[in-house]
Nanobody
């Protein structure tokens, strides 16, 4: 079993930065790929970014390229999402996800966190 707990959400103004964290635990977790998704009240849950188990390969949604950076802690038990130049349309509940491969987490994560709210005011 893998458990994921997000933190770092909050209320910020447009143009500000925010860093989300996802703390992971469980059997053989260090070999799992991880990622971030987000969901608004009006839309479905959308892919944001993903990173492989080593931290060497990443992918981003077009909407966040150049603004968001996903990274992994040196012990591989924590993943971060650094969000810069935030826009009101970034407002959503952000979910951490994990799977046994990078493609797996992108298209069908095995594990989900409970989410953390990010609100960006204009």
């Amino acid at each position: 079993q893998v458990q994921l707990v997000e933190s770092g959400g909050g209320l910020v103004q447009a143009g500000d930065s925010l860093r989300l964290s996802c703390a992971a635990s469980g059997r053989t977790f260090s070999r799992h790929a991880m990622g971030w998704f987000r969901q608004t009240s009006e839309k479905d849950r959308d892919f944001v970014a993903t990173i492989d188990w080593s931290g060497g390969t990443t992918y981003y949604a077009d909407s966040v390229k150049g603004r968001f950076t996903i990274s992994r802690g040196s012990d591989k038990n924590t993943v971060y999402l650094q969000m810069n130049s935030l826009k009101p349309e970034d407002t959503a509940v952000y979910y951490c996800a994990a799977s046994t491969s990078l493609e797996g987490v992108r298209f069908g994560p095995q594990y989900w966190g409970q989410g953390t709210q990010v609100t960006v005011s204009s």
